[in-house]
C-alpha cells in the first residue's frame, strides 16, 4: 500500500493532515473540496489530528479519524456516527502508538466526498534536489510527469480527467 498525505485547513482556521491510503503509488495535491469531515464542527480540538481515508477499487472509504483531541473536565468526547474514541494506544495502529493522549476512531464506510482530487504520478528525478536532507523535496504538479484529476460522487471515482 502507498499513501499520500496533505494538509487541509478548516473554519476555526486549524490544521490537520489528511492521509490517502491506495494500491497505486501516488500524491494527492489538494481536493475541491476540502476532503475530510470538518473535525472543529465535530468538537475535536486538539493537536496532531488527522484524517486516514483508503482509495480501493474506485471507492474512497473513511477508515479513521485521530489526534489528541481535547474534552472539557468531566466530560467525554463526542460520539461520531455511532462511533465512540479510544485511546490510540488501544487501538489496532501500525506503528504502534507510543503517546497515550491520543485518541482514535474506528471507520470503514463510504466517504460522502462529492468533489475532485489532483493527484500526481511519477515523479520526475530531475527536480530531486542535490541535499535531500536540507532542501525538501518538491511537491507540486510541475515536478510531477503526469498529473490527473479524479471526480468522486458520495465516495465513488466516476472519472478520470489527465491534466498532464
Known amino acids: 500500500m502507498h499513501h499520500s498525505c496533505h494538509e487541509v485547513t478548516f473554519a476555526d482556521g ?4 489528511v492521509y490517502v491510503l491506495a494500491d497505486e503509488d501516488f500524491v494527492v495535491f489538494g481536493t475541491e473540496p476540502a476532503l475530510g469531515p470538518d473535525m472543529s464542527r465535530l468538537g475535536l480540538r486538539g493537536a496532531r489530528r488527522s484524517i486516514h481515508y483508503r482509495l480501493e477499487n474506485g471507492q474512497l472509504w473513511l477508515e479513521s479519524l485521530m489526534g489528541e483531541f481535547r474534552c472539557r473536565l468531566f466530560r467525554a468526547l463526542p460520539v461520531i456516527d455511532g462511533v465512540k474514541a479510544v485511546r490510540s494506544c488501544e487501538a489496532d495502529n501500525d506503528p504502534p502508538c507510543d503517546n497515550p ?44 510527469r503526469r498529473v490527473e484529476r479524479l471526480h468522486f460522487a458520495a465516495g465513488r471515482l466516476v472519472r478520470r480527467e489527465w491534466v498532464k
Open 14 to 17: 486549524s490544521v490537520c493532515d
Open 101 to 144: 493522549r491520543m485518541w482514535q476512531y474506528t471507520f470503514h464506510r463510504l466517504a460522502d466526498f462529492t468533489g475532485t482530487m489532483l493527484i500526481g504520478r511519477d515523479f520526475d528525478p530531475r527536480f530531486w534536489p542535490k541535499d535531500d536532507r536540507i532542501t525538501p523535496v518538491p511537491c507540486t504538479p510541475e515536478v510531477y
